[in-house]
């Protein structure tokens, strides 16, 4: 696993407040990459929103709950450097909202922009997204696109996206977003692969949106480690 200075974190978390998001390429290895596409594909066919909380979403793949289905998602959200930057934007005792992974499948995927939330509020971030690419993103997949800056208004969507970039990544990259950002995902024209890991943090206190200690089984939450325990919120 590549280390990054203090500095660096900073810079990527300054990047996150100021222009809204931020792209740390080589977070996951190639032997995980080939590792995630099997495992998400299972995931993917063995779905059941009764057990994991939230509806799949038609024209995607779909899953929740991703701690729940695999020791590999146990610790992913406390790797270097997200976690790191997750601290430095929404504070040292951040929490883990959510683990999910989707898929727009060809001629999908399309989303208008919006916020994860509401506008920034006076106190600052109060959410940050992560998304992990498993297959890497352009604009023919179905990249996210996002208006940098948008973050600091509170301005409606503009009708033409005027300002629009697409998140282009290649495999292994996080792009890491505030919640606050205008962003979507985009139509997947091509049909090749698009699977992202959504790694949602928020500031402790406010609600999750996979309530981690109802939706984590017995089993799961009995070897979590005491830093995972502590993120995911598992204790009063
Ligand atoms: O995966 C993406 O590009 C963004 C997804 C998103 O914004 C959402 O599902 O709300």
Known sequence: MKTYTAAQ??????QVEER???VVEGVLTAEEL??????LDHIYAIYDPEIDGLQRVPGY????????????????????????IARRVL?????????????????????????????????GTIAMNSMWSVDGMDQQNGATRLIPGSQHQADPPPADEQGIIYAEVPPGS?????????????ANHSGRRRRVIHGYFTRRGRPQQTEQRRFLSAQVQAHLSPQARRVLAIDP
């Not at 793949?61 to 790191?84: A, G, Q």
């Not at 977003?177 to 979507?184: F, P, W």
């Open 9 to 14: 974190v900073q810079a990527w978390a300054d």
């Open 20 to 22: 809204g998001y931020a």
């Open 34 to 39: 080939i590792f995630l596409r099997g495992t």
């Open 61 to 84: 793949h779909f899953s929740s709950n991703l701690i729940n289905k695999n020791p590999f998602f146990e610790t992913m959200f406390l790797r270097h450097p997200v976690y790191d």
């Open 91 to 123: 504070g040292e005792d951040c929490i883990l909202s959510s683990l999910n992974s989707f898929e727009p499948l060809k001629g999908q995927g399309n989303q208008g922009l919006h916020r994860d939330g509401p506008p920034r509020p006076p106190e």
């Open 174 to 186: 996080v792009v890491v977003t505030s919640a606050h950002v205008l962003h979507a995902a985009s």
